[in-house]
Every structure is written in C-alpha cells, then in structure tokens.
C-alpha cells in the first residue's frame, strides 16, 4: 500500500510550469513530471509538469481535443486499458512513481478513484453498487458494508434521497442522482485522490449546481482534480487551475489569478472566447 506523501521538493520547480507560492507551501498529493502520452504515433500529452497540492481543486480546462482527459487519465493509470497507448515520465503518488510495470493496477485505482463524464452505475441495486467493490476487497460483516454505504451515500449527499430504496436499481434514479451514486461508489474505497472527469456535462442546472456544491465539501477529505470545459463552473470549483493547449500546460496559478491575471497570451485568448 502506497501511504508517504509526495515531498513537494521531489519536484523540479524549475521546470517551465511554475507552482505559485501558496501551492508550494501545501503538502503535495501527487504530480507528475516530464509526462508524455502516445497513442501509436499520436503525441497526445508532451512533457507535463503539474503538481496536485492535497485536499485542494485543481481545474484542468481547455479546448476540445486539447489532452485535458488523457492526462487525467494519466493519473490512475485508466490510458493502459487503450491498446497502442504508452506513457513515459513519472507519476508521483505517495513518494512513488506508479508509472512503472510492477505497479499494483488494482491498488493505485482504489487510492486515486475516478468518475467519469457519463453516469455508469452498475445494474445492480443502489447498495450493491457500493457494497460491490467492498465486497471484492474483502469486507464481508454485514453490518460494517452497511455502514460503509451509508457513510459514503452521505459523503455523496446522496443518502436522504435513498436511504429507504436502497434495493432500487440504479438506473431508475435521475441522471445526477447516478452520478452522485458514482461518486459515493469512489469514495466507499477510502480514495486519497478524486478524478472527475466533466461530471456534471450531461447534468441540468440543479444537478449541477449540487455536484459543484458536493465538489466543495469532498475537498475537505481528498485531493479533487476535475475536468471541465465551463470555466465558469472552474471558477467556482477550484483553488487552482491548468490550462491545456495541444497536449501542453500553458500556464497553471491559483484559479482566480489565472482567470484575472494571465500570464500568456494563449491563455487570456481562451478566457476571453477568442479561440476554443
């Protein structure tokens, strides 16, 4: 099991993704260093840099097509399920690099849990989709897997809604509701690290404002790294923000900053809608 925190000066800070001052004095959860994705001869993400200061949001934003879910999918190792996908440079998770072969898939997903931008409950009841993953883990008290579900149904401000149907499919509760249930899913495995990649995207205004609302509590216990393409939901999610532009960060600062002080010019494009 992976436990040591990620020294922040393990980083090469003099890399050109510079960590504003406030991010360099938190504790790290993870990073990655000189990262590249391939798909076949495809160069997807080019040499990032980025640090994910603990129990902070990161925003990952920019155009479509730009590597923001390919590099998310980085983090727990998702693009090694993609035939002719190979990954160089280091991905820094508790003082280690889990970008290696001899890496425990298994364990590196149950650390840095990921939902992902469609709601994808299993067809099973709403306890059976928590308990499930428990269950494989080896946890078999009946009493402890209830109290597991209920605690991570109430992580995902889920339980009120459900609490009395809990033998109810799944798929019989509304599109943000699934996708609340995904993330109660993720964190019944006790995670470090959540990757949200557009989890609200296919969800209406209430729905919405609801994940970014349980985005805002979650943080308080883990690590959030989410991709979006409303900046405006970056702005009210996240403490800091990297901008993708063709498989390259630009530019990373606090989320306020960047929005109201970019440094490069390709990113107050962005901002400003000239491009994207």
């Not at 509760?173 to 990757?195: D, E, N, T, Y």
């Not at 209430?206 to 970014?212: A, G, N, R, V």
Request: charged letters at 25%; proline letters at 4%.
């Amino acid at each position: 099991m992976i436990t040591k925190q990620v020294p922040i000066k393990a980083l090469d800070l003099d890399s050109p993704i510079h960590v504003t001052t406030p991010a360099a004095e938190l504790p790290a959860a993870m990073a990655t260093n000189d990262l590249h994705v391939y798909y076949g001869d495809n160069h997807a993400i080019k040499g990032v840099d980025l640090v994910f200061p603990e129990n902070q949001v990161t925003a990952l934003i920019g155009p479509s097509g730009c590597g923001k879910s390919t590099y998310l999918r980085a983090l727990n190792r998702m693009n090694d399920e993609i035939e002719g996908c190979r990954m160089e440079g280091d991905i820094l998770y508790g003082g280690v690099n889990i970008n290696r072969k001899e890496v425990d898939l298994y364990n590196v997903r149950k650390e840095i849990g990921m939902v992902f931008q469609k709601p994808n409950p299993f067809t099973k009841s709403i306890y059976e989709n928590i308990a499930f993953g428990l269950k494989r883990h080896g946890l078999k008290n009946k009493k402890e897997l209830m109290e597991r579900v209920e605690k991570s149904l109430r992580g995902a401000a889920l339980w009120d809604e459900v609490k009395d149907d809990l033998g109810k499919s799944a798929l019989s509760l509304s599109g943000g509701q699934q996708q609340r249930l995904c993330i109660a899913r993720a964190i019944a495995m006790q995670p470090k690290v959540l990757l949200l990649d557009e989890p609200a995207s296919a969800l209406d205004p209430i729905s919405t404002s609801k994940i970014e609302d349980l985005i805002n509590e979650l943080k308080k216990k883990y690590t959030i790294v989410i991709v979006t393409h409303n900046m405006q939901q970056a702005a009210r999610v996240s403490d800091y923000t990297a901008f993708f532009y063709m498989g390259e960060v630009v530019e990373t600062k606090e989320t306020t900053e960047l929005f109201t002080n970019p440094t490069e010019k390709r990113t107050e494009d962005y901002i400003s809608g000239n491009f994207g």
